[in-house]
């Protein structure tokens, strides 16, 4: 009875050694697999989205950092010249935790140096990128990556002369101006009225030319100046006169009547079919949303422009009678009460039912498509920031891509979008503005406001 006794203890202590073994290393592995992860040593990466040469004003860096592990720490720029050292960037991401995500993936940001500012000298420096991780390695401060660049410190702007720095412009008009740069710069155009409007190249060697434009509801031209950066940052601008013509206000009633609204919110429901509530709901939805999203789309793609000039001499006009002007100012009745009010930002002219739509000038195809209020649409670039809008149109004969020339069909006119009756609705914007078209028919205005600033 003694012998089964002592057995039967000294399996249970087995079992005991055996449990305690099995938890420890349990506990061993746990505590592996934890400081794989916080101890972890694979670096993180760092890489500018462009050559950067030299600094001076303010620049903005393209900079990615990423760390696929414990993530990001730390993310520092520092400008260092002879004994001065100046830390001009520096992002530090508290930590999340302590297996794994300790900090974000990835940071891909606009970063803005102005070295400048920061009180240095004109001449060579470098710019050191560094990038530390949430690891504990490195003495608990992480893994570390540095990227180190020389760099040019240069702090002399570039100088703007203006060839003719007279403009006169009126709300909804259009305007070009010629000017020369000292030196190549990296970003050049006209700041007017809050808005900037970039330039291009000229035809002669040295010569820049910015198209401008205001609003159809401007009170003011503002303050005027051709505006030009060069690699370093270093701002440059020379002011000009906008001489400012008041237009005359013009206002146009719509009645929105039942069969209207039964024919057209079909139309409209197969491209939105968010739409809810009864037809004028609907209506309103699409006169308001809808049309705020065209906007945002036309300036979308007015917003990358062809850098030449691709088109000559006056924009061609669609022979019929004109319907609706531009900037009509619109007061929608429905039931004898006012329900909406928008502008009409182009000309509307009539001819006869699927006339040929041409294209008013040469340029290359940019949209070609079903766009909402202006239903089916083709839109056209004629480069350096001007474009001309087709809409209503019953079907179009182009494609997007499509280098068209003065007076090819690209479509015919119809009663797609809010259209009550067959007509092409045109018009000309300069850098996604809305202009009067007028002007853009009108050979001597081009000639005298156009031409001789291009050509001079």
């Not at 940001?109 to 420096?125: L, M």
């Not at 370093?232 to 601008?237: D, I, P, S």
């Not at 480069?383 to 019953?394: A, I, N, W």
Request: net charge positive.
């Amino acid at each position: 009875m003694a012998r089964q006794r002592r057995l039967g203890k000294s399996s249970g202590g087995g079992f005991l050694r055996t449990t305690f073994f099995t938890v420890f290393f349990l506990l061993v592995a746990a505590a592996l697999a934890g400081a794989y992860f916080v101890f972890e040593f694979e670096q993180p990466t760092v890489n500018l989205g462009t050559e950067i040469k030299t600094l001076g004003g303010k620049v903005e860096l393209p900079l990615t950092a990423q760390d696929r592990k414990s993530g990001l720490g730390l993310i520092r720029m520092t400008l260092t010249q002879g004994e001065k050292s100046a830390v001009l960037f520096e992002k530090r991401f508290p930590r999340q935790g302590w297996i794994n995500n300790a900090g974000p993936k990835e940071f891909n940001e606009k970063v803005e140096i102005k070295a400048k500012e920061a009180g240095f000298q004109e001449g060579p420096a470098e710019l050191s990128i560094t990038v530390r991780d949430q690891s504990l390695m490195g003495f608990l401060r992480g893994n570390k990556t540095e990227s180190i660049l020389p760099v040019t410190i240069d702090t002399t702007p570039p100088v703007v002369s203006i060839v003719d720095p007279r403009r006169y412009i009126q709300p909804g008009g259009s305007a070009v101006i010629a000017y020369t740069v000292s030196e190549a710069p990296a970003r050049h155009g006209v700041q007017i009225g809050g808005t900037f409007y970039p330039g291009f190249p000229g035809k002669k060697q040295g010569s820049y030319l910015a198209y401008f434009a205001l609003p159809w509801d401007a009170k003011e031209a503002g303050a005027a100046a051709v505006v030009a950066y060069d690699a370093a940052g270093n701002e440059a601008k020379a002011g000009f006169s906008a001489v400012f013509k008041a237009v005359r206000e013009k206002r146009d009633t719509i009645t929105l009547s039942d069969s209207f609204l039964q024919s057209k919110m079909p139309e409209f429901k197969q491209y939105y079919p968010e739409m809810k509530g009864d037809l004028l709901e609907q209506y309103l939805y699409v006169n308001g949303e809808i049309r705020k999203r065209n906007a945002q789309t036309i300036a979308e793609i007015c917003s990358k422009p062809e850098p030449e000039q691709l088109w000559s001499d006056r924009f061609l006009r669609m022979p019929g009678a004109g319907r609706a002007a531009f900037a009509d100012q619109r007061s929608y009745l429905y039931q004898g009460r006012s329900v909406d009010e928008q502008t009409h930002l182009g000309v509307d002219i009539a001819s006869t039912a699927q006339a040929e739509i041409r294209a008013a000038n040469r340029g290359k195809v940019v949209f070609a498509e079903y766009l909402g209020i202006y239903g089916n649409a083709v839109i056209i670039d004629h480069g350096q920031g001007l474009f001309s809008l087709y809409s209503h149109l019953s079907s179009i004969e182009t494609s997007s891509g499509t280098v068209v020339e003065k007076n090819q069909r690209i479509g015919r006119s119809g009663v797609s979008g809010m259209a009550g009756g067959d007509h092409l609705h045109f018009s000309m914007l300069i850098h996604g503005v809305f202009v009067t078209p007028v002007q853009w028919w009108d050979q001597h205005w081009i000639d005298v406001n156009i031409k001789a600033a291009v050509n001079g």
